[in-house]
Structures are given as C-alpha cells and as structure tokens.
C-alpha cells in the first residue's frame, strides 16, 4: 500500500527554509545548474557561479577579465533568462570576480532540467548565421555602450569603447599602447 505526501510537509519546508535563510541556498543552487543552459557551453565553460548576495547580486568567477566583460556584454540576456526560469530569486545584477585559481574552482556536474513553462529563446545559438550574429553583436553593443556611457562610464581617447572614469584609454588600447611602446 502506497502513502501519499502529507502536503503540510512543503509548508513545514518552506517555512523552515525562509526561517532560516536557506532559500538563498536553494536558489544558488538552482542557478548553478541552470547556468550552462542560460549561457551556454562556451561560457559556462570559463565561468563559475560563487555566490548570491542578500541584495540579489550573482557573484561570478571567470579566469580573465575577457570573460568577465563577455558575461558584462550578455548580462541583459543572461538577467531576463534567469527571470524567467527563476523569478523567484529576484536577481538585479551580475558581478564577476577574476579568480587566478579558477581551474582548481569545484565544479557541479549535476544537469539542468528546464521547466516546461520556462521561455529558452535568450540562450545562446552556437549555430547562428554569422550576418544575424554580427547585427546582434553589434546591437548589443550600442545598448550596453549606451547604458555604461549613462552611468559613469567615459569613451576611451582612441577607440571610444565605455572606459572606467578617471582613465583615457581602455584596456584593450591601453595593453596595444604598451606593449607597442
């Protein structure tokens, strides 16, 4: 004879997991494994989630500061994917830590299995055509150079990219400047 859950039991869970704050923990991990599905494997490959602030930040690891500005380039796609498969969770923004010893990070392995509500059309195609990439690309690039230029952010000297205030060139030029110096 086969017993049916007392559906008090998810109840008891949810009040004890808010009690506690253990919904934070639920949620990151639901975000490590929705992540490779949300960026794809490319990213997910160079990139590791480390934490979920109190504030709603995700709190990124990648080994360079090219990964961290392409999870920067993609982070309007990346926050609506992960709204709408985890609005619950309410993330505002996304923050990536260069880490030296990114390869020694642990991995999960555990798969991701997308709601049969969730919407997928914000992962990235690794099969698009390079015509509709190039217009995406540089699409994408206007919104977030438009949205860094209106917070803070000033045109570097030589090729105009959004550049931390108080410096002329940006990195990019300024390691061309360098090292043709």
Known sequence: MES???PRLGEILSRL???HGWQRAEWLRALDRLWRHVVGDTVAEYSHILT??????LVVAVPSSVWAQE???YKPRILAAI??????????????????D???LPRRSEPYRPSPHARTEHR??????LQVLLARVQENYQEAAHEWLANGFVPCARCHAPTLKGYRLCVACELDRQTNA
């Open 4 to 6: 049916t859950p007392d």
């Open 17 to 19: 997991s808010a009690q």
């Open 102 to 104: 990114f390869a020694r």
């Open 71 to 73: 999870i920067g380039y």
């Open 124 to 129: 990235l195609d690794p099969h698009v055509d």
């Open 52 to 57: 979920l602030t109190n504030d709603g930040v």
């Open 83 to 100: 709204a709408d498969e985890l609005p619950q969770a309410s993330i505002k923004d996304i923050r990536t830590r260069v880490k030296s």
